[in-house]
Nanobody, 124 residues
Framework: QVQLVESGGGLVQPGGSLRLSCVAS????????IGWFRQTPGGEREGVSC????????FYEDSVKGRFTISRDYATSTVYLQMNSLKPEDTAVYYC?????????????????WGQGIQVTVSS
């Protein structure tokens, strides 16, 4: 079955950086679009970024453009989210998910499988 395992979260000061990893298994990694999403306590889950299968076209929400970079390693079936210039408002539980898409300028996943999530806290 599909498995997505996130790692790399933690506590970082404003302006700092973190790199999240999502190791995928149980499906055809090369062909599937995989994305990152986040959810704050009491808030709705929102898209962050999405990367297609080969050649790996990328999409970003406006709130993270220029600060976050999504990438994928086909050899290890891993998707990364490099997060720079972090802000307190980036604090959330971050999830990776399959079958992401970019619709009406937003990253979405209607039918994807989800990881368990990992906490990112940006605070001084």
């Amino acid at each position: 079955q599909v498995q997505l395992v996130e790692s790399g979260g933690g506590l970082v000061q404003p302006g700092g950086s973190l790199r999240l990893s999502c190791v995928a298994s149980g499906f055809s990694f090369d062909d599937d679009a995989i994305g990152w999403f986040r959810q704050t306590p009491g808030g709705e889950r929102e898209g962050v970024s999405c990367i297609n299968g080969r050649p790996g076209t990328t999409f970003y929400e406006d709130s993270v453009k220029g600060r976050f970079t999504i990438s994928r390693d086909y050899a290890t079936s891993t998707v990364y989210l490099q997060m720079n210039s972090l802000k307190p408002e980036d604090t959330a539980v971050y999830y990776c998910a399959t079958d992401c898409a970019y619709r009406d300028n937003h990253v979405v996943s209607f039918y994807g499988s989800w990881g368990q999530g990992i906490q990112v806290t940006v605070s001084s």
